[in-house]
Nanobody
Framework: QAQLMEYGGGLVQTGGSLNLSCVVSGTPLYFNAWAWFRQAPGKERERVARITTTNNTAYLEAVKGRFSISRDNAKNSVYLQMNSLKPEDSGTYYC????????WGRGTQVTVSP
């Protein structure tokens, strides 16, 4: 059973940056595509970035050019570099396989102040 642990969130001002990390245990990272998702209060969870086993990436239109997803199979970790943050980027960020399945981690909270 894979366990997912996200961290790196916090409170930043508009225009700031954060680098999120997801440490995966219980399953080898290299076997799957992975993604970052986010969920704002009262909204459905949405996928913001995905990286395949061959490092092809895809992004939600709203974050293109600002977010960058990467993976380190040796460290069993997935990362999300977020730049030029906006208040609408606020929410809880999660990682999971792409497509998502299994248990979700607790996520990490990102709050962007105006």
């Amino acid at each position: 059973q894979a366990q997912l642990m996200e961290y790196g969130g916090g409170l930043v001002q508009t225009g700031g940056s954060l680098n999120l990390s997801c440490v995966v245990s219980g399953t080898p990272l290299y076997f799957n595509a992975w993604a970052w998702f986010r969920q704002a209060p009262g909204k459905e969870r949405e996928r913001v970035a995905r990286i395949t086993t061959t490092n092809n990436t895809a992004y939600l239109e709203a974050v293109k050019g600002r977010f960058s997803i990467s993976r380190d199979n040796a460290k069993n970790s997935v990362y999300l570099q977020m730049n030029s943050l906006k208040p609408e980027d606020s929410g809880t960020y999660y990682c999971n396989r792409a497509p998502a399945y299994g248990h979700w981690g607790r996520g990490t909270q990102v709050t962007v102040s105006p």
